[in-house]
Antibody, heavy 120, light 108 residues
Framework: EVQLVESGGGLEQPGGSLRLSCAASGFTFSDYSMNWVRQAPGKGLEWVSY????????FYADSVKGRFTISRDNAKNSLYLQLNSLRDEDTAVYYC?????????????WGQGTTVTVSS | EIVLTQSPGTLSLSPGDRTILSCRAS???????LAWYQQRPGQAPRLLIYRASSRATGIPDRFSGSGSGTDFTLTISRLEPEDFAVYYC?????????FGQGTKVEIK
């Protein structure tokens, strides 16, 4: 069964840091791009970041560029998102999602999400 | 950046109804790289349609997508109880996969 399981969310103060992880199973992780998408409470979906299958291409939404860092470890079938300089508006459920191909931001498998709350 | 505008914001319908959801892009979506997702309450999104009209694995044939350029639609031929949800379009023709704001399909 293809599965993505996120972890690492929690309560953090403004200006703080968190590291989200996503454990993948049931498919050849190194063959596919990966993405992070977030959803603020009661709001729509916001694409956050993308990394290609080999990790050579990385993109960010303008809202997180310079503060968040995406990475992957293909040997560990894991995806990461380092969140620095957190703001109140970063409060959201963060989803890890598998790209349909090695380079796509079209996402065919999603995790259940991990909740990040930024508050003092 | 390509901006996607979905309409209407909310649809109030009954099981068995047919419905058409609209997604309009601020500029042409190359290669028709337009996807549709369904999100039920409390659940993660699920891919329904990719490349404007191709159904994802396991998606019932009552869901169909069409369109090209800047205008795209998702049609649900006969609403089932489990179809009442929020639907999002997404363009993935650029390096940033932007979403529309969503259309909620609710029970009348």
């Amino acid at each position: 069964e293809v599965q993505l399981v996120e972890s690492g969310g929690g309560l953090e103060q403004p200006g703080g840091s968190l590291r989200l992880s996503c454990a993948a199973s049931g498919f050849t992780f190194s063959d596919y791009s990966m993405n992070w998408v977030r959803q603020a409470p009661g709001k729509g979906l916001e694409w956050v970041s993308y990394i290609s299958s080999g990790g050579t291409a990385i993109f960010y939404a303008d809202s997180v560029k310079g503060r968040f860092t995406i990475s992957r470890d293909n040997a560990k079938n894991s995806l990461y998102l380092q969140l620095n300089s957190l703001r109140d508006e970063d409060t959201a459920v963060y989803y890890c999602a598998k790209g349909r191909t090695s380079t796509s931001t079209c996402m065919d498998v999603w995790g259940q999400g991990t909740t990040v709350t930024v508050s003092s | 950046e390509i901006v996607l505008t979905q309409s209407p914001g909310t649809l109030s319908l009954s099981p068995g109804d047919r419905t058409i959801l609209s997604c309009r892009a601020s500029q042409s979506v190359s290669n028709n790289y337009l996807a549709w997702y369904q999100q039920r309450p409390g659940q993660a999104p699920r891919l329904l349609i990719y490349r404007a009209s191709s159904r994802a694995t396991g998606i019932p044939d009552r869901f169909s997508g069409s369109g090209s350029g800047t205008d795209f639609t998702l049609t649900i031929s006969r609403l089932e109880p489990e179809d009442f949800a929020v639907y999002y379009c997404q363009q993935y023709s650029t390096s940033r996969g932007t979403f529309g704001q969503g259309t909620k399909v609710e029970i009348k």
